[in-house]
C-alpha cells in the first residue's frame, strides 16, 4: 500500500491549497480515507475523513466551513481543499487509510503518506 500526498507549499494567511492523496495497493470500495496534521512540538491532529465512495464525510469544528474533502475514485485519489488559510493551519499535512470505518482516532488508520508541508504566512 502507497500513499503519496502533494500539494503543500507556502501561502498567505486568506490564500488556498489543495493537497492530493493517491493510492495504490488497496481495495479501495472499503476504505476509509483521513487526512491528519502536525504542527512542531504538537500531537497529530485529525483534519478530516471520508469514506472511499465519497458518500460520508467528516471535518472537525477546527476546519469546518473552511476545508473540505472530496474523492475521485477514477484516479484513486482525495482532496483536502484548503481555504481562509490561518498561520496556526501551519503544520505538516498527512493522509491515511483505515481498511474498515474509521473517524478521528489516528489509531484507526492502517497506513500513512509521507507527508506534505503547508506554511501559512501572517
Known amino acids: 500500500v502507497q500513499l503519496q500526498a502533494s500539494g503543500g507549499g507556502l501561502v498567505q494567511a486568506g490564500g488556498s491549497l489543495r493537497l492530493s492523496c493517491a493510492a495504490s495497493g488497496l481495495t479501495f470500495s472499503t476504505y476509509t480515507m483521513g487526512w491528519f496534521r502536525q504542527a512542531p512540538g504538537k500531537e497529530r491532529e485529525f483534519v478530516g475523513r471520508i469514506n472511499w465512495s465519497g458518500s460520508s464525510a467528516y471535518m472537525p469544528d477546527s476546519v469546518k466551513g473552511r476545508f473540505t474533502i472530496s474523492s475521485d475514485n477514477a484516479k484513486n485519489t482525495v482532496y483536502l481543499q484548503m481555504s481562509s488559510l490561518k498561520p496556526e493551519d501551519t503544520a505538516v499535512y498527512y493522509c491515511?487509510?483505515?481498511?474498515?470505518?474509521?473517524?478521528?482516532?489516528?489509531?484507526?488508520?492502517?497506513?500513512w503518506g509521507q507527508g506534505t508541508q503547508v506554511t501559512v504566512s501572517s
Open positions: 491515511a487509510a483505515a481498511g474498515r470505518f474509521a473517524n478521528y482516532v489516528k489509531g484507526q488508520y492502517d497506513y
